[in-house]
Every structure is written in C-alpha cells, then in structure tokens.
C-alpha cells in the first residue's frame, strides 16, 4: 500500500523518543539524546510511550504558546510514527502473519488519526473545540496503541520476522523523515 507523506508542515526537529520529555519551551534544546531501541518493537513501544507523555503534557497546560508547540510536537511525532509503520512495520507484519485483519484495522484507525492531526495543523488553540480534538485525539492514540501492544507486537514477535533489521530501517526513514517532512 502507498502510505501517504508526512502531513505536516512544520516538524520540530524532534523524534518521539523517551529522551524528548521536554517542555515545549525547551524543544529546541539538542542536547546529547540517547541512543534509539534498534529492536522495531522496542522502538514502536518508546514513540507510543513519548507521544502519551505529550498528551499528559498537553492536559496540564493552559498557555496558548505552549499548546500550539505540544501539539505541533505531537501532530509531527505521531505523522512520522504512523508512517514507518505503515512504509515498512506493517507490510512486514502482514505478509508474515498473512494477515488480513489486524494490519486493516490498523490501517483505518491511521486514517481517523491522520484527519485529526490535518485538522490540529490549520487550527488555533482557541477553546474548548480546539482542546476537544487534541483529547480525542489522545483517546485515539489509546485505543489504537493498546491493540497494536495486545493483538499486533505479541503475534509478530511470535514470526521469524528480523526485528533488528526493521527496527533499523525504521529508524533510517525516521530520521529521513524529521530532516525532510516532503521525502
Ligand atoms: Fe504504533
Ligand atoms: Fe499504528
């Protein structure tokens, strides 16, 4: 399947990585960020585990500035996270596990969580409406990461797939991705 690019339009240079905890008011900081998980569920797990500490993040805050920044770094976090996994994560799951409902549910609820993200891009932190779609969308992200953590990684885990040399692909195109958002 030809997965779509990367929506957004302004990417902080910052991948979803446990080391990314920062405030937005220091994301701009490039101080010496560990090493990523090479092992691809590993690497998945941590991007799920960053993006939920950005949702946490975002419920605390009140400063429009502030918002705006969490949720330009959630809409690039989750933009890139969906995109490895469909480029390179998910046909290899699909193909090894001949699967033929796991990876399209996936694929659908991608797609709720992609117009969201379209949606939070053209919007300003003004209000209840705007909160409302960053909680949803967090409730998405949920709903979405716990099925891949019960159902998808434990079934893949169980195939002869090589999750080092996935996991090193994945973070390849990540960081291909956060260097050029149109590649
Ligand atoms: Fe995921
Ligand atoms: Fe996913």
Do not use: W
């Not at 946490?56 to 949720?71: C, D, F, H, P």
């Amino acid at each position: 399947m030809t997965a779509p690019k990367l929506a957004t339009k302004t990417p902080t240079k910052t991948a979803m990585h446990p080391a990314d905890k920062a405030s937005p008011r220091t994301s701009a900081k490039a101080s010496s960020p560990l090493p990523p998980p090479k092992d691809a569920i590993a690497l998945l797990k941590a991007d799920h585990e960053a993006v939920n500490q950005l949702f946490a993040e975002y419920e605390g805050t009140r400063s429009v500035a502030n918002k705006k920044a969490l949720v330009a770094k959630i809409c690039t976090a989750l933009s890139v996270h969906v995109q490895i996994e469909e480029e390179i994560f998910y046909p290899a799951v699909k193909a090894a596990l001949k699967d033929k409902l796991l990876v399209p549910e996936a694929m659908v609820e991608h797609a709720g969580v992609k117009n969201l993200i379209a949606q939070l891009e053209v919007a300003e932190p003004d209000g209840e409406v705007y909160d409302a779609k960053v909680k949803v969308l967090g409730e998405y992200v949920k709903h979405h990461v716990k099925e891949e953590h019960s159902d998808m990684f434990p079934q893949a885990k169980a195939t002869s797939l090589d999750m080092a040399e996935l996991g090193a692909r994945m973070v390849t195109r990540r960081d291909e991705l956060l260097a050029d958002p149109a590649n």
